[in-house]
């Protein structure tokens, strides 16, 4: 297969059919019709989001709060920036300090080998002992020193890997539970009447109901000493958070998967006789990948949606509590820099549900992806 | 011979809130070890109902199955199904589909054995060099080979074809023909095919049962097909009998048109969802 193809068909697997034309009009496949489909489907989207900035533009400059203006988009981009610079600067500051530490901790090294030589020169052996200790603490120095770590304050990027970890560990939670639950209601009738129930009852609570039971049951039963602990009890929190109201879409999702599978993919079991494992594995799971994979997609969405708000109520530094102590500080920045937040929480978002289409397309079977 | 298998007096009921509707009505076959039997009627009479319920996939209201003297319920390895549609599972490669078979019908051969099988009878269907090749690259001739393929892997006592070459087109179709009766010549095998084409069902059958039409279909008339195996599309072709038995099968056929035109059922009948919905009428062309 050509290059082309090869691009054309990963385009259309990330999801993005749109920028099909650009590559065809480069190969000089029937340009006038390219040009066409890039005006509609690129240049108009852009012109669309030229539109929203000018009115935000117009509009933000309008109204008056008690932190000031609404920002700009300027000013918001502008805030962006510096939030960048302060990332920078603070990784710039950690480096400095692990330099100067290195520097100090060399220092006692030398100081602990000088005594160490002078102890073996030493006279007397009192003088000798003397020197001995003082090499052996000069050596306690060196380790402390090294050991000693930069307190930062996170940054924004810092805060965004936190997000990105409690959302994932919460989807893997909501995962593990839901889709071998998934399987068993889609497999039996009365497993699902079962659990039935419980589902549509807990499925639209929200996070916000979820976060203080989960909080206290965390407190409970996570009595971890904090300095040896692995995780913090807030990103705990945060991350079960998300996985209680992320796991029903997957949930009901797989269980509908598995539940309508071909019926003339039941009849091929059935001629040959498969045992329940085989029919499971080889057959219902299979074909229900793809309904799967839609449930995981949307529980990714949600999950994301869903830990803004846990972060902000538990505490767990991310980018939740970052929007919440910008709220709180109340500077003239605050404004601009939540709305740099609601980018970032938009742009992961969406780069998220991009990776989950492409996992989708690679596992339904019927599509491109076979070459 | 003695009758290999013995259908006797299957009926399939329906219940529906306006009444009993009954598909089939006691239909009887006896078949010979060996032999080819063809069903043909007109679509919606039950042709396919009878096969199901052979094969095990739709439950029998009443009636037995016989195979090789025992009787039998539920669907099973030892009688093969080819589908209309191929039925291959789009996630599985095509030696997996037939592997899928061989291993619950060998489970003691050994890995390298079950792969020559496997192997053995894609080759036979003509698709040795695709077993490595996914189900969405095939055609869907290629595709229906695969499915006979996995058929025969199965060494059942008895070969149940459902349409097994409606759904392609002409040539493929010809084609699909010629590879089975060759493979049957080899094998013997007791089949019993599911047709509404004339020339399909002369051309491969011992017998054909003419199936008089629903409601409560059953065994309408019993052609005998004179010609010797192996048989060549030709030879057939230019033999005078054709065109008589061609003749009695599309009189027939005719007949029954004209008394479902007189015949109008009260309740609507619900067909079950393996039975084709189109009345498509049936192939009169050579």
């Known amino acids: ?60 400059s309008n109204i008056e709060t008690k932190y000031g203006n609404v920002p700009t988009p300027k000013e918001v981009a502008k805030e962006a920036g510096s939030l960048i610079d302060a990332h920078n600067e603070s990784r710039q500051k950690a480096k400095d300090f692990y330099i100067k530490q290195g520097e100090k901790a060399k220092s006692y090294e030398e100081k602990a080998a000088g005594f160490t030589q002078q102890a073996l020169a030493a006279a007397t052996p009192e003088e000798k002992t003397k020197l001995e200790k003082r090499a052996a603490k000069m050596e306690k120095m060196a380790t402390k020193t090294k050991n000693r770590k930069y307190a930062e304050t996170p940054t924004y990027f810092d805060q965004i890997v936190t997000s990105l970890k409690t959302v994932f560990a919460g989807f893997l939670i909501a995962s593990a539970i839901a889709i071998p639950l998934g399987i068993f209601c889609g497999l039996s009738n009365v497993f699902m009447a079962a659990m039935n129930p419980l589902i549509q009852v807990f499925k639209p609570v929200s996070p916000l109901a979820w976060l203080p039971i989960v909080m206290i049951i965390v407190g409970a039963l996570y009595t971890t000493d904090p300095r040896e602990a692995w995780f ?26 598995v539940a309508s599978v071909d019926k003339d993919h039941i009849n091929v079991a059935r001629v040959l006789k498969l045992g329940t494992f085989t029919r499971i594995f080889k057959i219902m799971l299979p074909s229900s990948l793809p309904y799967m994979f839609a449930g995981l997609r949307i529980s990714l969405s949600v999950g994301w949606m869903v830990l803004i708000a846990a972060e902000m109520l538990a505490q767990n530094p991310g980018l939740g509590k970052f929007v919440w102590d910008m709220f709180q500080n109340g500077s003239s920045q605050t404004l601009a820099q939540i709305m740099v937040a609601v980018f970032t929480i938009g742009s992961i978002g969406f780069l998220l549900d991009r990776i989950m289409i492409i996992l989708q397309k690679l596992v339904s079977f019927d599509s491109v992806v076979s070459a | 011979m003695s009758e290999f298998i013995d259908l006797v007096n299957l009926v399939k009921i329906y219940k529906t809130p306006k009444g009993d509707a009954v598909i089939v009505d006691g239909f009887n076959l006896k078949m010979n070890q060996g032999e080819f039997v063809s069903i043909i009627g007109h679509s919606g009479c039950g042709k396919t109902t009878v096969l199901s319920m052979t094969a095990g996939l739709l439950e029998k209201s009443g009636g037995n199955v016989v195979v ?128 509404h084409d004339v020339d399909e069902a002369i051309y491969l059958s011992d017998r054909i049962v ?77």
């Open chain 2, 68 to 195: 090789d003297k025992k009787e039998v319920a539920g669907p099973g390895p030892d009688r093969a199904v080819v589908f209309q549609a191929p039925n291959l599972l789009p996630w599985m490669s095509t030696l997996n589909n037939v592997m899928l078979g061989v291993n619950q019908v060998y489970p003691h051969a050994s890995k390298k054995e079950r792969h020559q099988i496997c192997e053995y009878f894609l080759n036979i269907v003509g698709l040795g060099d695709s077993m490595h090749k996914m189900p969405n690259e095939l055609s869907g001739g290629m595709q229906q080979r695969v499915g006979i393929a996995r058929a025969l892997a199965l060494k059942p006592k008895m070969l149940l074809l459902d349409e097994p070459f409606g759904k392609l087109d002409s040539l493929t179709r010809m084609d699909l023909q010629d590879i089975l009766i060759k493979i049957l010549d080899k094998n013997q095998m007791t089949t019993m095919m599911v047709t």
């Open chain 2, 210 to 286: 003419m199936m008089t039409n629903g409601p409560a279909a059953k065994v309408g008339e019993i052609l005998e097909i004179p010609f010797e195996k192996p048989r060549t599309r030709s030879e057939i072709l230019e033999d005078p009998r054709y065109y008589e038995l061609r003749g009695r099968l599309l009189s027939f056929l005719e007949e029954q048109d004209h008394k479902k035109k007189e015949f109008k059922p009260k309740a609507k009948i619900e067909k079950p969802a393996d039975e084709p919905d189109d009345n498509s009428e049936i192939k009169k062309s050579a």
């Open chain 1, 232 to 257: 913090e009890k807030s990103f705990i929190s945060s991350a079960i958070t998300v996985a209680l109201c992320s796991l029903w879409p997957t949930l009901v999702n797989t269980a509908l998967g």
């Open chain 1, 1 to 60: 297969m050509s290059i082309k193809q090869k691009i054309l068909n990963g385009l259309d697997i990330a999801g993005l059919p749109a920028f099909k034309p650009i590559v065809l009009l480069l190969s000089g496949e029937n340009p006038p019709e390219q040009i066409n489909s890039i005006l509609k489907f690129i240049v108009v989207p852009i012109i669309a989001f030229g539109v929203f900035l000018v009115m935000w533009w117009a509009v933000a």
